[in-house]
């Protein structure tokens, strides 16, 4: 069977909170049956809860409480994602969508536990994951960019300009930049510094061949999506002294190259 590239669409999306006052006398006691912006929104919560955290624990609980407050936009992005596979669902998924909207109602206080529901995400989307991450990762870098570049930042002095014409002049792009990551951060743990590499380089350099990249990016956030989101003022800062550092190459006579 062909698998497609997403094509990236709008849509309508409506947080869980939102779900759950416009059910609030229904919650616990009577089925309701959703609308198609409803049941989406829904499954792709929970395309990111049972991507990311596949076993549920106690530690677990706490941070997918976290993801359901659905204020945090990096904890978002898995949910985004989600959301775009089932805008691009084929004809046989697209079926059972159909039929789990019109066919059944549910009682909200139970949805996220939902077998068929769960079935649903795990055929019609986990399960795609193993070709999707690397759209995935691509995905999350672009999103993720939006939170820990400071835009103002970027600009002034024709910032991005510089950073962008000395990475395209940079052989070994990634080297390049996590050196400069760490020498403005020593203290950097050795993910924190993959993913804001691969973040760096996303946003400033426009190279391809970044499949490995992509795939990288898939494992680091799968296993750390909470983290991510609750260090990411840590990780601005770590972004915007990395750019007013001198990004300028070593051109002098004997100077070594990358």
Same mark, same amino acid.
């Given at each position: +069977?062909?698998?497609?590239?997403?094509?990236?669409?709008?849509?309508?999306?409506?947080?869980?909170?939102?779900?759950?006052?416009?059910?609030?006398?229904?919650?616990?006691?009577?089925?309701?049956?959703?609308t198609?912006?409803?049941?989406?929104?829904? !499954?792709?919560?929970?395309?990111?809860?049972?991507?990311?955290?596949?076993?549920i624990?106690?530690?677990?609980?706490?941070?997918?409480?976290?993801?359901?407050?659905?204020?945090?936009?990096?904890?978002?992005?898995?949910?985004?994602?989600?959301?775009?596979?089932?805008?691009?669902?084929?004809?046989?998924?697209?079926?059972?969508? #159909?039929?789990?909207?019109? #066919?059944?109602s549910?009682?909200?206080?139970?949805? !996220?536990?939902?077998?068929?529901?769960?079935?649903?995400?795990?055929?019609?989307?986990?399960?795609?994951?193993?070709?999707?991450?690397?759209?995935?990762?691509?995905?999350?870098?672009?999103?993720?960019?939006?939170?820990?570049?400071?835009?103002?930042?970027?600009l002034?002095?024709?910032?991005?300009?510089?950073?962008?014409?000395?990475?395209?002049?940079?052989?070994?792009?990634?080297?390049?930049?996590?050196?400069?990551?760490?020498?403005? #951060?020593? +203290?950097?743990?050795?993910?924190?510094?993959?993913i804001?590499?691969f973040?760096?380089?996303?946003?400033?350099?426009?190279?391809?061949?970044?499949?490995?990249?992509?795939?990288?990016?898939?494992?680091?956030?799968?296993?750390?999506?909470?983290?991510?989101?609750i260090?990411?003022?840590?990780?601005?800062?770590?972004?915007?002294?990395?750019?007013?550092?001198?990004?300028?190459? #070593?051109?002098?006579?004997?100077?070594?190259? !990358?």
């Open positions: +069977m062909e698998i497609k590239p997403l094509v990236f669409k709008s849509y309508d999306y409506v947080k869980w909170i939102n779900i759950r006052k416009k059910y609030n006398d229904e919650y616990n006691t009577t089925p309701v049956f959703l198609e912006i409803e049941l989406k929104s829904i !499954l792709a919560l929970l395309f990111s809860i049972r991507y990311n955290y596949p076993i624990n106690k530690k677990s609980i706490d941070e997918i409480k976290f993801i359901l407050i659905d204020e945090h936009p990096i904890t978002r992005i898995p949910s985004l994602f989600g959301h775009q596979m089932l805008e691009n669902l084929d004809k046989e998924h697209m079926e059972w969508f #159909n039929r789990l909207l019109h #066919n059944k549910y009682l909200l206080s139970e949805i !996220l536990k939902d077998s068929e529901l769960n079935e649903f995400v795990h055929l019609a989307l986990i399960d795609y994951m193993a070709i999707r991450k690397f759209e995935y990762g691509k995905f999350f870098l672009k999103e993720y960019s939006k939170s820990i570049f400071d835009s103002n930042e970027v002034i002095n024709t910032t991005f300009d510089k950073i962008k014409d000395t990475l395209d002049n940079t052989s070994n792009k990634l080297e390049f930049i996590a050196d400069k990551i760490l020498k403005a #951060n020593p +203290m950097t743990d050795i993910k924190d510094l993959l804001m590499s973040a760096f380089n996303e946003y400033f350099s426009k190279s391809s061949n970044k499949d490995v990249v992509y795939a990288i990016t898939n494992y680091i956030v799968k296993e750390n999506i909470y983290l991510l989101s260090k990411k003022n840590i990780f601005k800062e770590a972004i915007n002294k990395t750019i007013k550092r001198n990004w300028n190459l #070593n051109r002098g006579r004997g100077g070594h190259k !990358l």
